[in-house]
């Protein structure tokens, strides 16, 4: 079955074919800028559509206004999302009037939403390309026919979603790398958009995750994060994911993580990799939601508030330091104080390193958006305040605790605030800076902690034999 929703080869040729007679039009855009909105997935997206615009022959630019052609990929998980990317859309319009040649492209979760292309045509026909997150490897075809027919190009498409393998790609990290081990959702959260816009689940063959990792670790990447909506159910080629992690684990890459996880599906053999697997990071997403068993059932969640608490005693029971981060929905339809006040008795519980904390956004479509929301803006907006002070707190008194340890750090980047300081992750996931010089970046560098702010842990680099 898993193979007729693989793209074909000859399919991908002829994107091939489009991509070359793109390179060789004389009067084709010369640079290209993305923005990227939202999750990681959309990220690894990016790095695929940035392939693709570099195998048709045209060079990233770094300033958005000096581009040739400026493609957005979108997000739609909440209003706000949405909103600024229309926002930045409108913003567009001026641009164009200023340089009529620059070419416009919306892609995305956002373009994927249902009426939005038919909204986007109608209200912003200076855009020249929409489309969706089926088709993204046929942007060659798509960019061929707006340079050649001089018209705007609408396409997106209704389907169950494909995997489209062997797709060029520029990496935004050397040492840094995300692998997409599946796509798509069946879970259907009822407050959630994405598996309306992402599609079912399909899982990726073992073994072309295996290769792309293979081929990552042989370039010199530290780091490797599997990326799916939720990997818990990957069923690549009948395996599950913790075996894949294991094969992972195998090819030797320092470094790995994994995202996003739902607790329905944390399965045994997963909680026993954390104390078996010498390169996964102690370190995991795992969002509750919510903290009441009511709540978590309105949102189709599928877990009970002490089915969570239990995971996390097991996780803790084989890797007692490991960091737990999360997110949390205030203000669901109906959501009372005493509901509320269980999501904050949870987080006290828990003691996450981190949480991504978000106000209800009412997503046309889902089945949350036909219950009842009678809670004040103001009364949530409380709410959210009290969560953000509560985990403020637990973050901060963790990040102490912390201080006088030594950690290998993996340096991402030089500090914009602290010339001379360098910035990157511990094990666990907490970002420390220390100083030190741009030729660290990519390097596993141990550091001892000795400080630590209300964030980011600050240290200093150490020598040990
Ligand atoms: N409103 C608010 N937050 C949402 N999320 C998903 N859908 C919504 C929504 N309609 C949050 C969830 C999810 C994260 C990626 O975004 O917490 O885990
Ligand atoms: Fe949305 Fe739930 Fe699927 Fe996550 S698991 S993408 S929250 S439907």
């Known amino acids: 079955m898993e193979k007729q929703i693989i793209v074909a080869g000859d399919e991908l040729a002829r994107q091939q074919e489009y991509a070359a007679r793109v390179r060789s039009l004389a009067r084709r855009p010369q640079t290209f800028h993305i923005v990227t909105m939202g999750c990681q997935m959309n990220e690894r997206d990016s790095e695929t559509i940035a392939g693709m615009l570099s195998e048709m022959g045209l060079r990233p630019e770094k300033t958005r206004e000096k581009a040739d052609l400026i493609l957005y990929n979108t997000c739609c998980v909440r209003e706000n999302a949405e909103n600024r990317a229309l926002g930045n859309v409108i913003w567009l319009k001026e641009l164009k009037r200023e340089r009529p040649d620059i070419l416009i492209c919306v892609g995305g979760c956002m373009a994927q939403e249902e009426g939005m292309a038919d909204r986007l045509k109608k209200q912003y026909p200076f ?12 942007l060659p075809e798509y960019l061929w026919r707006v340079l050649e027919e001089r018209n705007p190009v609408v396409e997106v498409l209704r389907s169950d979603g494909v995997i489209a393998e062997g797709l060029p790609q520029q990496r935004a990290s050397a040492f840094s790398a995300f692998v997409n081990i599946m796509y798509g959702c069946n879970n259907f959260c009822s407050y959630c958009i994405v598996p309306y816009v992402r599609g079912r689940e399909r899982s990726r063959e073992p073994q072309a995750v295996l290769d792309e990792c293979k081929r990552l670790v042989d370039q010199g990447v530290q780091e490797i994060t599997l990326l799916g909506q939720n990997v818990n159910s990957y069923r690549g080629g009948g395996g599950e994911f913790a075996e894949l992690l294991r094969r992972v684990d195998e090819l030797g890459v ?32 795992l969002p509750v939601q919510a903290g009441n068993d009511d709540i978590l059932r309105a949102m189709n969640r599928r877990y009970t508030r002490e089915r969570y608490l239990d995971l996390i005693n097991r996780l803790r029971s084989v890797k007692p330091d490991i960091g737990l981060s999360t997110d949390i929905i205030v203000g669901f339809p109906g959501e009372t104080l005493a509901q509320f006040e269980d999501t904050l008795s949870l987080v006290e519980t828990v003691r996450f390193d981190s949480a991504f904390t978000f106000i209800y956004s009412k997503r046309a479509g889902t089945k949350a958006a036909q219950m009842p929301d009678d809670t004040p803006a103001q009364t949530k907006s409380e709410r959210i305040q009290r969560l953000i002070a509560l985990q403020a707190d637990i973050s901060r008194e963790i990040l102490s605790a912390q201080v006088g340890k030594r950690e290998t750090v993996l340096v991402e980047s030089v500090s914009a605030r602290d010339e001379g300081w360098v910035g990157g992750k511990t094990p666990r996931g907490h970002m420390v800076n220390f100083p030190g010089g741009a030729e660290l970046i990519g390097r596993l560098i141990r550091v001892e902690i000795t400080s630590a702010g209300r964030n980011t842990l600050r240290g200093k680099r150490i020598m040990e034999e």
């Open 254 to 285: 320092p470094r790995i993580r994994f995202m996003t996880s739902h607790p329905k599906d944390l399965s045994e053999e997963l909680i026993a990799a954390y104390g078996e697997l010498r390169h996964l990071m102690p370190n995991l997403h």
């Open 127 to 138: 855009i020249d390309l929409v489309f969706g997150t089926h088709n993204l490897h046929r």
